[in-house]
């Protein structure tokens, strides 16, 4: 199994960027973290990361044509205003988990507002970084029941 996890704005600031949110644990701790629960699932994983929304269509685009099975993405403020994200997302009908570090229900109005949950599975909202790795689990139990 190969999965992207994707990280849109101001993620590569985790630990830095307002810990009282996002926590102490910085984006090379995460990466990190990821790969080593990939490699003890026996599941290939590339973590990329973008400021940039055309870049993360890019990502999208380019896993659809590396047939990998998933997609663990937080979009950060993309998720709130790029229908570009989606559109990648509906077109590549790649299965895709919408993570959210921060309980973002209980954050501003805007933040409840999710453009590319639609063309997702699945969403984590709230459970710190774990959510990445409970998004990894999703969809290998997906990829399971498909067989």
Sequence with gaps: MKIYVLNGPN???????????????SYADLIQRIEAYAEQAGISVKCLQSNHEGALVDFIHE???????????????????????????????????EVHISDVDAREEFRKISYIRPA???TISGHGTAGYLEAIDLLLKKEENAK
């Design 11 to 25: 993620l590569n600031l985790l630990g830095v960027r307002e810990p009282g949110i996002y926590g102490s644990e």
């Design 63 to 97: 896993g659809f044509y590396e047939g990998i099975d998933g997609i663990v993405f937080n979009p950060g403020a993309y998720t709130h205003t790029s229908i570009a994200l989606l559109d990648a997302l509906k077109a590549t009908k790649i299965p895709c988990v």
């Design 120 to 122: 997702c599975i699945a």
